[in-house]
T-cell receptor, first 117, second 111 residues
Framework: ETGVTQTPRHLVMGMTNKKSLKCEQH?????MYWYKQSAKKPLELMFV???????ENNSVPSRFSPECPNSSHLFLHLHTLQPEDSALYLC????????????????FGPGTRLLVL | RKEVEQDPGPFNVPEGATVAFNCTYS??????FFWYRQDCRKEPKLLMS???SGNEDGRFTAQLNRASQYISLLIRDSKLSDSATYLC????????????FGSGTQLTVLP
């Protein structure tokens, strides 16, 4: 399945490094999301973009910086991360229609497994 | 109190068994409810949406009780391929796109 792709799939970085995670969706969707999944914890929503505009930032530290240049691409720029930031970072997309009460199925990418040393 | 609570399990059941998972949510204004499935080291995938009237998809039945803020998933005639973590998911009030995930219930179906 190639609806939502993420690169790289694995990443090891030092605390002083700068890296970027990339997500691309081929589903014609307009909403994209970043989630963090740490061991033994539920998925945590980080950011939401709808029609390229950021609509949610769930109190994410500034060392995580999202970028959404168009509806198909989403980036997560990382700098000066901490070891506790090691986790699986999942991208998702959904249709993004602004219709109240309409359920939107979110489709997830395979994730980037990040290790911060 | 967690926004979405699930029994983490693990549930170990023999093939062919019926197994039920429960989930409670704290936000009475939540509008939409889902069960997602996550295989080991893979991404979550939607299993089924949950409607007030209850809904069935093959061997899977989902129920919602808004008064008790309770969601359930029933799996009949378990298959080995059903082994996974089942995630209870609700939307936050006023947002169709803000999903709150439970920690998941781990199921292992044994031969």
């Amino acid at each position: 399945e190639t609806g939502v792709t993420q690169t790289p799939r694995h990443l090891v970085m030092g605390m002083t490094n700068k890296k970027s995670l990339k997500c691309e969706q081929h589903l014609g969707h307009n909403a994209m999301y970043w989630y963090k999944q740490s061991a033994k914890k539920p998925l945590e929503l980080m950011f939401v973009y709808n029609f390229k505009e950021q609509t949610e930032n769930n109190s994410v530290p500034s060392r995580f910086s999202p970028e959404c240049p168009n509806s198909s691409h989403l980036f997560l720029h990382l700098h000066t991360l901490q070891p506790e930031d090691s986790a699986l970072y999942l991208c998702a997309s959904s249709q993004g229609r602004d219709l109240a009460g309409v359920q939107e199925t979110q489709y997830f990418g395979p994730g980037t497994r990040l290790l911060v040393l | 109190r967690k926004e979405v609570e699930q029994d983490p399990g693990p549930f170990n059941v023999p093939e062919g068994a019926t197994v039920a998972f429960n989930c409670t949510y704290s936000n009475s204004a939540s509008q939409s409810f889902f069960w997602y499935r996550q295989d080991c080291r893979k991404e979550p995938k939607l299993l089924m949406s949950v409607y007030s009237s209850g809904n069935e998809d093959g061997r899977f039945t989902a129920q919602l009780n808004r008064a008790s803020q309770y969601i359930s998933l029933l799996i009949r005639d378990s298959k080995l391929s059903d082994s996974a973590t089942y995630l209870c998911v609700v939307t936050r009030s006023g947002s169709a796109r803000q999903l709150t995930f439970g920690s998941g219930t781990q199921l292992t179906v044994l031969p």
